[in-house]
């Protein structure tokens, strides 16, 4: 009995396109918008929380990391800091995450501005896996929101800046 030599190439064939097939509906690349005239944010990561004990930890730790703001904005000279600071818990698969934030800056400039100026003074043990604050549009704190994974905003940042 003969078999089509087409058949033989069929399992192979197949597995390719899976494969790409997979590869493409899972890899989201994210553009992110370099857009310097929006209302810009600086983020900070902290600590990552991997279960329900540690969300006391992960309350005290935002506290003490607003009053360690609130105190190197004095020491800088940001003592009339009109900024609003807030922080939040990304749910994630591995645990959550909280993030603070300090909104409305004007442009890009002044956000990073600012967030050189405190990364200088923020102790290294607050920082979750990205280990520097960072700034951020709007548009783009939004497209991380949804997708709720601020790393690749993060490694766009620091290749581009």
Known sequence: MKTNPT???FPLTLSIFLTISYN???SQTTQ???DNDETYFVMIQLKQQKNKDDSISSSNQVRDVFKHIKSINSKLGYTDFA?????FKLEQSQGSTSYMVIR?????????VYTQAIDKELPD??????GDPFPISLRNYESCIAEKDFNPYYKYYFTNH
Not at 83 to 87: A, I, L, W
Not at 104 to 111: E, G, H, L, T, W
């Open 7 to 9: 058949l033989h190439y």
């Open 32 to 34: 992110y918008d370099p």
């Open 125 to 130: 043990d607050i920082f979750g896996e990205i």
């Open 104 to 112: 409305n800056f004007d442009d890009f400039r002044s956000a990073e």
């Open 24 to 26: 493409q509906g899972t």
């Open 83 to 87: 900024k609003k600071t807030s922080s």
